[in-house]
């Protein structure tokens, strides 16, 4: 079993930041690549980044320049650095990792997301 678990959510004004924290335990051997999507009311799902263990990072346009993924693959954990928060970043916030289990299979584990408000 694997349990994936966002933290770092919350109310920031137009302009500030915020960080999110992901952090993946259980019958992990490896993690490969590791992401943040984002969700907004009536929207579909949208990645905003994406990083591999050999940390090589992909990010949305929407957000490039602005947000920094980074991760501790020591502690499988993936991180987002908001930076210039924009009302239009207001969405549940997903991790998302792509766990190689100890058993040798591969498996994506999605955390339950965690909420992201920028008033303006």
């Known amino acids: 079993q694997v349990q994936v678990v966002e933290s770092g959510g919350g109310l920031v004004q137009a302009g500030g930041s915020l960080r999110l924290s992901c952090a993946a335990s259980?019958?992990?051997?490896?993690?490969?690549?590791m992401a943040w999507y984002r969700q907004a009311p009536g929207k579909q799902r949208e990645l905003v980044a994406g990083?591999?263990?050999?940390?090589?990072?992909n990010y949305a346009d929407s957000v490039k320049g602005r947000f920094t993924i980074s991760r501790d693959n020591d502690k499988n954990t993936v991180y987002l650095q908001m930076n210039t928060l924009k009302p239009e970043d207001t969405s549940v916030y997903y991790c998302?990792?792509?766990?190689?289990?100890?058993?040798?299979?591969?498996?994506?584990?999605w955390g339950r997301g965690t909420q992201v408000t920028v008033s303006s």
């Open positions: 998302n990792a792509a766990v190689v289990s100890t058993a040798r299979s591969m498996t994506e584990y």
């Open positions: 259980g019958s992990i051997f490896t993690i490969n690549r």
């Open positions: 990083i591999s263990r050999g940390d090589n990072p």
